[in-house]
């Protein structure tokens, strides 16, 4: 069975004190209860080392939200995937529309960062989704597929079983608006398939894909129950710990 998954992206927020101690609630609740989800908590860079010492000998994973696309060198201000790796941190997301977004990272951009991320030895949550014109003018499963072609398609299959895909249509991140579990099934269905042309069955079959984009306890649960759907990548509902908690819970 492939591995399901539930990730906080907890975006530009909180500051040091006030993570450390939420990723130990986290941990503390996560340590006495089973789930059938990996539950990874993606923090801005300042807190990654702390919280993975915090969750070390918990269930819980840490992972950031970015990294970049150099090994090493005068890039002022850069983090890069082996310092992040140092951290204790196993994870990264990849690709995020904010970033493609208010940072301008392109697919070729996105694409470097990845294989220097896996050559590191980190694990991808790579995001991909449309924006709310393309979804109208019925060109979201284009966009989608050339997102996935340019970002991920040169990876070798031994690298590809690194990757978590991360389906976030755009118009429904922090919006409130949320895809139909429907939509999401049949988007996820879609990328499912490319993958299979592209890496076969198997690579397919074990390929953990996340539904991202205004996921709260009111809805994870049936969006979850969709076939293609292996868990979510949440945001604002991942700062709250009873909030998160529940979406966990509803895998
Ligand atoms: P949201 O964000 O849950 O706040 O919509 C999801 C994300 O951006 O990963």
Not at 207 to 231: Q, R
Request: with cysteine; proline share 3%.
């Amino acid at each position: 069975m492939r591995k399901k998954i539930v990730a906080g992206n907890w975006k530009m927020n909180m500051n040091l004190d006030e993570g450390l101690k939420f990723a130990e609630t986290i941990n503390t609740y996560f340590k006495t209860k089973a789930s059938v989800a990996e539950v990874i908590l993606c923090t801005p860079f300042i807190h990654l080392a702390g919280v993975s010492t915090i969750v070390s000998k918990g269930k819980v994973i840490c992972g950031a939200q970015n990294c970049a696309s150099e090994p090493s060198g005068a890039f002022t201000g850069e983090v890069s995937p082996s310092m992040i790796k140092s951290t204790g941190a196993q994870y990264v997301i990849i690709g995020h529309s904010e970033r493609r977004t208010y940072y301008n990272e392109d697919d070729k951009l996105l694409n470097k960062k990845t294989l220097l991320a896996l050559a590191s030895g980190l694990k991808v949550i790579f995001c991909c989704g449309e924006v709310k014109q393309e979804r109208e003018s019925g060109t979201h499963f284009k966009v989608v597929k050339k997102q996935l072609e340019e970002g991920l398609f040169n990876l070798p299959s031994e690298d590809f079983k690194k990757i978590a895909i991360a389906y976030e249509p755009v118009w429904a991140i922090g919006t409130g608006l949320t895809a139909t579990p429907e939509q999401a099934q049949e988007m996820h269905k879609y990328i499912r398939d490319l993958v299979n042309e592209k890496y076969g069955n198997d690579c397919a079959m074990n390929l953990t894909i996340l539904y991202g984009g205004s996921c709260k306890p009111t809805n994870a649960a049936e969006i979850f129950s969709k076939p293609d759907v292996d868990g979510g990548l949440i945001g604002g509902a991942s700062l709250k710990k009873e909030d998160f908690v529940a979406i966990v819970e509803a895998i």
